[in-house]
């Protein structure tokens, strides 16, 4: 894969881009591809990263309320006062599904890019399956 010609240009902090001028659109799309892939793994690696301290959070809750059951009698200078926090849902399970979704779109994006550097015509009004097939389909 070639080094982009372009980077990317100056943009407000709150938005991303890719930019790459390729000498062909598949050269483009095979520099895309590769970006999403180092973001999609970079996203995993973070995932793990969330998982862990979830499991190793969830642990401590679990010895939190262990030495809290074997010391029943609080004196009033340590006794909380605070009402108990709702429990939290796992944050890592949510990424694996955006990853997942992330994943499945990057695949139709892929196909998307097949079809227009493809020279079989699309027939105006067919509908596209972005599926195992190799191209355009008319139903």
């Keep these: 894969m070639s080094e982009p010609i372009a980077a ?8 991303v881009a890719f930019v790459s001028a390729e000498e062909s659109s598949q050269a483009a799309s095979a520099c895309l591809i590769q970006h999403i892939r180092q973001t999609l793994q970079k996203a995993q690696e973070i995932t793990q990263v969330v998982s862990e301290a979830e499991s190793i959070a969830e642990d401590a809750q679990k010895f939190c309320e262990a030495i809290q059951a074997q010391h029943t ?3 009033k200078k340590l006794a909380l006062t605070g009402k108990p926090s ?46 195992q097939s190799s191209g355009p389909s008319t139903s």
């Excluded at 990317?8 to 938005?15: D, E, F, N």
């Excluded at 949510?94 to 550097?117: D, G, Y």
């Design 8 to 15: 990317v240009t100056a943009i407000p902090a709150s938005t």
């Design 86 to 131: 709702a429990p939290v849902p796992p944050l890592a399970a949510s990424l694996t599904r955006e990853i997942q979704s992330s994943v499945v779109w990057t695949q139709s994006l892929l196909q998307a890019c097949n079809v227009a550097e493809s020279a079989a015509p699309v027939e105006r009004g067919s509908q596209l399956q972005f599926t």
């Design 73 to 75: 009698v609080q004196s």
